[in-house]
């Protein structure tokens, strides 16, 4: 079984373009989650996904962030336009159903650099 | 791959001994933990997790204790190899709520 599959693995753009991230999930899994980890920091949530519908986007930092979930299988997080301070790298996780808690398995990450 | 934080708490181990990389958590609520290790320019990978209902579980070579009173999580690595060189995170997760990362540890593994 396929884990979850990240696109582009990495992205350089100059400050102010658009770039969109995709994320594949495990087939079947409901949950998906965004993360960013910025500069060797923690891992910090932007957003949750359960099929289509955005359950928490609390954590995503501004306007210039847009996350959708067409279908509720692939998700994209586009970022318009692009800031020095959103270079970072970019994970996608996903889980199984519910709310309950289970494992979620990380894709191997979009490092995403702004210049 | 991405690069490793210079200002992350680091635990430099012998190869062969035992490696305990500590982790303190903030939710009381959480009742779900895990730990991930992240090695460069992949994303993280599940290690082992363990519920609110126990305080310890045991894995193939690692072990995680979890003390609720003091908000504190563990991971034990036994026999500690060159592979398990990584940066280790702990996950906590309260139900209904999203995983909340700690900040991480870098372990180095000396031949």
């Known amino acids: 079984e396929a884990g979850v599959t990240q696109f582009p693995s990495h992205s350089v753009i100059e400050k102010g373009q658009t770039v969109t991230l995709r994320c594949d999930p495990i087939s079947g899994h409901d949950n998906l989650y965004w993360y960013r980890r910025v500069m060797g920091k923690e891992i910090k949530f932007l957003l949750h996904?359960?099929?289509?519908?955005?359950?928490?986007e609390s954590g995503m930092p501004n306007n210039r962030f847009l996350a959708e979930r067409t279908g509720g299988t692939y998700s994209t997080l586009k970022v318009q336009p692009a800031e020095l301070e959103d270079s970072g790298v970019y994970f996608c996780?996903?889980?199984?159903?519910?709310?309950?808690?289970?494992?979620?398995?990380f894709g191997q990450g979009t490092r995403l650099t702004v210049v | 791959g991405e690069s490793v934080g210079l200002h992350l708490p680091t635990l430099s181990v012998q190869e062969g001994d035992n490696s305990i990389i500590n982790c303190a958590y903030s939710?009381?609520?959480?009742?779900?933990f895990i730990w991930y290790k992240q090695e460069s320019g992949k994303g993280p990978q599940f290690i082992i997790d363990i519920r609110s209902n126990m305080d310890k579980r045991q894995g193939q070579r690692v072990t995680v204790l979890l003390n609720k009173t003091v908000k504190h999580l563990s991971l034990q690595i036994a026999a500690t190899q060159p592979g398990d060189s990584a940066v280790y995170f702990c996950a906590e997760k309260a139900y209904g709520q999203n995983f909340v990362f700690g900040p991480g540890t870098r372990l180095s593994v000396l031949p």
């Open positions: 996904f359960v099929k289509e519908s955005k359950q928490d």
């Open positions: 939710n009381s609520a959480s009742d779900y």
């Open positions: 996780a996903s889980s199984q159903g519910g709310t309950g808690n289970t494992e979620a398995f």
